[in-house]
């Protein structure tokens, strides 16, 4: 029977029940059927690319995804998380359950902040959760470029439109499951965006990261009833697995992005 079945059915047990620690090292979407999902989504269904990886886990949170890697055959993960408490949750949650010392390094810090200054090598880069809790795509990107990684794994809630659109909010600071503060927050608030899934795929491409593979989260959902997965089955929140091939926008082999090239010729009012 599948996780999340009705009530009074068993339900399959996952990752999640094998590491309680994670249900209350965090407050941010830490239901065990949720996280036992995105589990099967995000890690299971990537053990080909995470087996024997460098893995970077931006925004490692309190190590969930961390120790999902590991546990699923990588070789060293690196995270990247900005509020202490989290990375002291993760390290003493990976030591509690067995990681093997070195083979994980947990960094305190704001992304950009860490990512302009480290020098990685990196093999997959676990980005969950985070995409929408920024508004520097370019600079998030290129920074990610920069490491030459084989995959990137996405996992990020998308604002539901069509055509390449970012619709634009505020994270509080102050929440545990919004952005951190940055050089640009402002008090506590912190412009951020969800780009529509056109968007996001023309802000990959730019950058040479390919979508090889989206996960089916509608099918997951007819199976589970939407009230664990709402969000990604309504379309508001997307898995995608991307390959880059470091071939950078407007090279002469990139057909893909000659037709995203705005063209403002006859536009007079620049
Ligand atoms: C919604 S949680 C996602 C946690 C986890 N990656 C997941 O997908 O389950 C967002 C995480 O991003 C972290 N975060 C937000 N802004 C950050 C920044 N600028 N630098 C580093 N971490 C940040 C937060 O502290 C929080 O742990």
């Keep these: 029977m599948p996780d ?14 094998d ?8 407050s941010t979407s830490a239901g065990v059927r949720r996280l036992n999902l995105r589990h099967r989504a995000l890690v299971e269904a990537n053990r080909d690319v995470l087996d024997g990886a460098r893995v970077l886990d931006i925004a490692s949170h309190d190590g ?3 120790l999902a890697a590991l546990e699923a055959g990588a ?17 003493q949650t990976l030591a509690t359950y067995g990681a093997r010392q070195g083979s994980y390094r947990f960094v305190t810090g704001d992304v950009f902040a860490v990512l302009a200054d480290a020098d990685l090598d990196v093999d997959v880069i676990q980005c969950f959760g985070f995409l929408y809790h920024t508004l520097r795509y370019p600079e998030f990107f290129s920074l990610l470029r920069r490491l030459e990684p084989r995959h990137l794994l996405m996992d990020t809630r998308v604002a539901n439109v069509s055509g390449r659109i970012i619709q634009v909010l505020v994270n509080e600071s102050t929440r545990q499951a919004h952005a951190a503060a940055d050089d640009y927050t402002e008090g506590t608030k912190t412009l951020v965006g969800w780009p529509s899934p056109g968007a ?3 802000m990959l491409r730019t950058y040479g990261f390919r979508v090889e593979d989206t996960y089916d989260w509608e099918a997951v959902g007819r199976t589970v009833g939407t009230k664990l997965v709402g969000r990604y089955q309504r379309g508001e ?8 091939d470091g071939v950078t926008a ?7 992005l000659d037709d995203d090239v705005l063209d403002d010729e006859g536009v007079d009012d620049a």
């Design 4 to 17: 999340g079945a009705p009530a009074g059915g068993a339900r399959e047990q996952g990752f999640f029940d």
């Design 19 to 26: 590491h309680p620690r994670f249900l209350e090292t965090s």
């Design 64 to 66: 969930r995804w961390s």
């Design 75 to 91: 070789a060293h993960v690196t995270g990247i998380e900005a509020r202490p408490e989290l990375v002291a949750h993760a390290e």
């Design 200 to 202: 996001l795929r023309l």
């Design 237 to 244: 929140r997307v898995t995608w697995r991307c390959r880059w």
């Design 250 to 256: 407007g090279s002469a082999d990139d057909d893909v």
